[in-house]
Each structure stands twice: as structure tokens, then as C-alpha cells.
T-cell receptor, first 112, second 116 residues
């Protein structure tokens, strides 16, 4: 079973600060996805990274896939209250690529 | 509908009762997934439907859990003789197809199940 460990589990920061959250595994993943989940809602896909060393930017969010494809990070610049939510990483596992293994998530609170 | 819908949004039941959860996927999405999200945990894969193929039930935690899907439309997840450890948010997702990994899953808002 491929496991994804996310850190930190909780993060509370002031508006305008920068932050980085991590997603690590001892296993190689063909790709990793990042989702954001708000209370009472389902997760929403933010990005998929597929190439080792890949960096993708989505406005103030920067996603990186490790060279060895075992880890990924999400960096947020100048965090805003609207960034508050649960950030989940996920990767394919099992016999079919449709099965996703999820990390437990990082719960981010951005204080105005 | 614009997105995946689930009903009910909240369900409180007594231990030992059966519950049925419903998912309406996005029209045209051939793949449908059920996940369970326990408090403080990540999402656990439960079951996957793709078109008329046999479903992948490998994630169902016990034989008390079952799911059905009619064609490429509505799916129901049934939990029989509910236990307190079944308390969780049950999420449904749908996607256009499964072939390449950049296939995006769209999630519903979930059903929060509380077993007393």
C-alpha cells in the first residue's frame, strides 16, 4: 500500500504570510494531485503534476513534484483568508490508476 | 445539473439500522467513485463504477457495505446494520473517463453520516 504523509497537519498564519506544505511518500508515484476542500464541500482539484522536478504555478500557488517522484510541495505566497481550507494530496494506487490514495491533509487557517 | 449532487446532506441513524445514500453524477460522466472520509483522516476509496463494466468493490470495508449504479446515472451506497465506526462523510465523485491519469474527478458535497 502506497502511503502519503502530509505535513504540517495544522497551520494557522496571518494574512500576507507565505507558507509551504508537504506531501511525502517512500513510494514512487506516476503523478500526484493537490485538492482543496472547504467545510461542507467535496475536494476540488487544483493541479496534477506528472513529471519529476515539475513546477506548476496557479496564481499565488506554486506546486512542485520531487525529482524522484516521491514527494511534492505546495507553496502559497501572500496568503489570503480565501485560501483557508483542507489541502489534500493524492496519487494513483492499486491495480487501476483510477484508485486514489489520499494523504490526511493540511488544515490551513489564514487569519485576516 | 452543474455538478455532482448527493443526498441526504446529513443523516443521523441508530446503530443497527440500514441507510441508503444517493449520488447523482455529472451528466455524461461514465466513471463514478465512492469515498469515505473519517474525521481527521484522508479519503478512503470504497468502490468504482465505469460504464457497464463490473464495479471494483475492493475498497468496501465489510459485507455490510454495497453499492449499485444504474447505467451511467444515479448510484446508491447502502450500509446495513450500521455501526458507530461507520460515522463519516461519504463522498461521491464522477469523471469523464479513465484512461490517462490526467482524468479529473469531480466531487459532490458529501453525506455526513452519524451513527448513534
Amino acid at each position: 500500500t502506497q502511503l502519503l504523509e502530509q505535513s504540517p497537519q495544522f497551520l494557522s498564519i496571518q494574512e500576507g504570510e507565505n507558507l509551504t506544505v508537504y506531501c511525502n511518500s517512500s513510494s514512487v508515484f506516476s503523478s500526484l494531485q493537490w485538492y482543496r476542500q472547504e467545510p461542507g464541500e467535496g475536494p476540488v482539484l487544483l493541479v496534477t503534476v506528472v513529471t519529476g522536478g515539475e513546477v506548476k504555478k496557479l496564481k499565488r500557488l506554486t506546486f512542485q513534484f520531487g525529482d524522484a517522484r516521491k514527494d511534492s510541495s505546495l507553496h502559497i505566497t501572500a496568503a489570503q483568508p480565501g485560501d483557508t481550507g483542507l489541502y489534500l494530496c493524492a496519487g494513483p494506487s492499486g491495480a487501476g490508476s483510477y484508485q486514489l490514495t489520499f494523504g490526511k491533509g493540511t488544515k490551513l487557517s489564514v487569519i485576516p | 445539473g452543474a455538478g455532482v449532487s448527493q443526498s441526504p446532506s446529513n443523516k443521523v441513524t441508530e446503530k443497527g439500522k440500514d441507510v441508503e445514500l444517493r449520488c447523482d453524477p455529472i451528466s455524461g460522466h461514465t466513471a463514478l467513485y465512492w469515498y469515505r472520509q473519517r474525521l481527521g483522516q484522508g479519503l478512503e476509496f470504497l468502490i468504482y463504477f465505469q460504464g457497464n463494466s463490473a464495479p471494483d468493490k475492493s475498497g468496501l470495508p465489510s459485507d455490510r457495505f454495497s453499492a449499485e449504479r444504474t447505467g451511467e446515472s444515479v448510484s446508491t451506497l447502502t450500509i446495513q446494520r450500521t455501526q458507530q465506526e461507520d460515522s463519516a462523510v461519504y463522498l461521491c465523485a464522477s469523471s469523464l473517463w479513465v484512461g490517462e491519469w490526467d482524468n479529473e474527478q469531480f466531487f459532490g458535497p458529501g453525506t455526513r453520516l452519524t451513527v448513534l
